[in-house]
């Protein structure tokens, strides 16, 4: 396997959107110089790699982003960093300029004002957000992109973060990357439980299945400090196709409903946990099946939800056709809960940053799916959390400039030069990451809160389930890669049993039920005001200490003394 070296001012990790647009506005800083490291294409790569029908986080006329802090904070049900809320909330309609300016389609109403889907919503034809950011990306002479790269761990000096290292996705070939300054940009973590559907359809799930936690488990196994991974999320989605609900609801004021024809929705309240938490309990009641409708609907408008739907779910807008929905004045879709995700773009699981996104290891940064603290942000506050890290990310670079070459860096990388060829050099291994994989799924499933159990676990299942985790960890060392793409294979699994034996250790620690449609702990089914605090974390020889930090005071700002 050769090894490919490259050195720049700024290493992002990611190109989602957060990241591109991370090194848009790094490299915009005269002098900078970015890297991009993406494990498939920036081209289509990240959540929205197939669209999106709107951008869901705006400031619409009439309102303040401190409004926006507020929303936030009461659909957390309190657990939010509100600094971290309100820095991401003033960039939220800039970000949506500076789209409109790379060539996003937002539609206008009567007036020549952004269309909009609610005060927090404006609409787009957003099938092509992904190729428009890719190419200013690739437009900025001051951006190296290196696509097909998997990064798999850091490299740390004296704490300090220094670079990555990867291995291509379908090359031999090791890439060793350095910066004084690294931004995380990588996706939450789906796959850790067991999906809705079985087989050839396990993939049709509502978080992309190629976000396995990556860069969740690089910061926790280099010790960062994380918080909030207990805060699951749990999307109320349409059933089978796992489209998404918000057109519906939002723009076509559709109402949850159960068999009897009854709106049950604000029996349990509207939260977003909630919503979950409503259609799961009618469904166990026996007044399922649920379903979202929307009525008094014109032709026009069951037009525009069908070319919504083409634009970001296209099977759920072909299961109307066939269904031949929408005859009429009326449109439904029956819906169902989806598995437990980590994503830090609706709830606030993710690395412990302060203002500037600074997280607790000297030179990194994180930006959207994986920065916690602030939920709700979806694209254009990850974009904004971007913005906010490229910044200081320079900043920082140009403040501490990379000591001397350290024989601990290249120590770090020969060392995983030899891990992943020791993989490659069992082939024929007895089993294989598939396998692992599907047992990691089934215990997750079944003892730390998954479909199976309807959400819900207790301590003696949370730690049957962290035993079986480190079980698999360990046999996970015995496996072999034929290819380079079954080496990633193995680094993906190995990076979701890091992050499921942190999330374990995290449901495990705090004890009450603060978000019923995320999940019940059984020991404690209760919301108590005691736990009105943020449940943090931190791996430290070997074992994971928990860490309470109480709220900050509204309109405290929290930064890091490293």
């Known amino acids: 396997m050769r090894s490919i070296s490259l050195e720049a001012d700024i290493l992002i990790i990611g190109g989602g959107a957060a990241g591109c647009y991370a090194a848009l506005c790094a490299a915009r800083r ?47 049900e309190g657990i939010v960093r509100e600094d971290l809320l309100l820095t991401m909330a003033e960039r939220l309609n800039g970000v949506a300029l500076a789209l409109e300016a790379l060539g996003l389609t937002i539609l206008k109403d009567e007036q020549g004002r952004y269309a909009s889907r609610g005060w927090r919503n404006i609409k787009i034809n957003g099938e092509n957000i992904k190729p428009l950011l890719a190419a200013a990306v690739r437009a900025e002479p001051a951006v190296k992109v290196v696509n097909h790269v998997n990064v798999v761990s850091y490299l740390a000096d004296n704490g300090r973060i220094l670079g990555a290292v990867g291995f291509g996705a379908d090359e031999a070939a090791q890439y060793v990357l350095r910066a004084p ?14 999906p809705n559907s079985p087989g050839f359809a396990r993939q049709a799930m509502w978080y ?7 860069g969740y488990a690089m910061g926790i196994l280099a010790g960062a400090e994380m918080t909030a991974l207990e805060m699951r999320f749990v999307a109320l989605r349409c059933k089978d196709v796992i489209a998404p609900t918000g057109a519906l609801a939002q723009g076509a004021g559709a109402r949850q409903i159960n068999k009897l024809g009854q709106v049950y929705e604000k029996r349990y309240g509207l939260s977003t946990s909630q919503r979950v938490y409503g259609t799961l309990r009618e469904n166990l009641e026996g007044r399922g099946p649920c379903r979202l409708r929307a009525e008094n609907l014109g032709p026009e408008q069951i037009e525009d ?23 009429g004045a009326a449109l439904e879709a029956e819906i169902e809960a989806a598995g437990p995700y980590i994503v830090g773009g609706h709830t606030a699981s993710g690395y412990w940053v302060d ?35 490229a910044e200081a990310a320079w900043d920082y670079a140009r403040a501490n400039p990379p000591p001397a070459r350290a024989a601990a860096l290249d120590a770090q990388a020969q060392a995983l030069h030899d891990e992943a060829e020791g993989y490659l050099s069992r082939a024929d291994a007895l089993i294989d990451a598939d396998q692992i994989e599907a047992a990691m799924q089934k215990t997750m499933d079944e003892y730390a809160g998954g479909l199976t ?43 979701r049993l890091v992050v499921c034996r942190s999330l374990i250790a995290h449901l495990k620690a705090r004890r009450e039920t603060r978000w ?35 709220l900050a005071a509204k309109e405290a700002r929290y930064e890091h003394h490293h």
């Open 355 to 389: 203002t500037q996104r600074r997280t607790t290891l000297r030179g990194l940064f994180a930006a959207g799916d994986v920065a916690g603290g602030c939920p709700q942000k979806y694209v254009s506050g990850a974009m904004a959390e971007a913005a906010i890290a």
């Open 453 to 495: 159990a309807r959400y819900s676990y207790n301590e003696a299942q949370l730690d049957k389930a962290d035993g079986r985790i480190s079980e698999l960890t360990a046999l996970s060392a015995r496996l072999g890669a034929e290819d380079m793409y079954g080496l990633m294979k193995i680094h993906e699994l190995r990076e």
């Open 30 to 76: 005269s002098g900078a110089r970015v890297l991009l490291a993406e494990k498939a294409n920036i081209e289509r790569s990240g959540c929205l790699a197939a669209g999106v029908n709107a951008v869901n986080a705006y400031i619409g006329q009439g309102h303040t982003p401190e409004d926006y802090v507020e929303y936030a904070r009461r659909d957390a």
């Open 181 to 194: 300054a690294v931004i995380c940009a990588t996706g939450g973590a789906a796959g850790l439980y067991r």
């Open 305 to 327: 939800l069908y070319r919504a739907y083409l634009n970001m779910a296209p099977a759920q807008t072909l299961k109307w056709v066939e269904e031949s929905a929408g005859a």
């Open 208 to 214: 992309p299945p190629f976000n396995t936690g990556a």
């Open 516 to 550: 019923p449609g995320f999940g019940v702990h059984l020991d404690y089914p209760e919301k108590s005001e005691n736990w009105l605090r943020h449940v943090n974390s931190r791996l430290e020889h070997g074992q994971i200490r928990i860490i309470f930090r109480d």
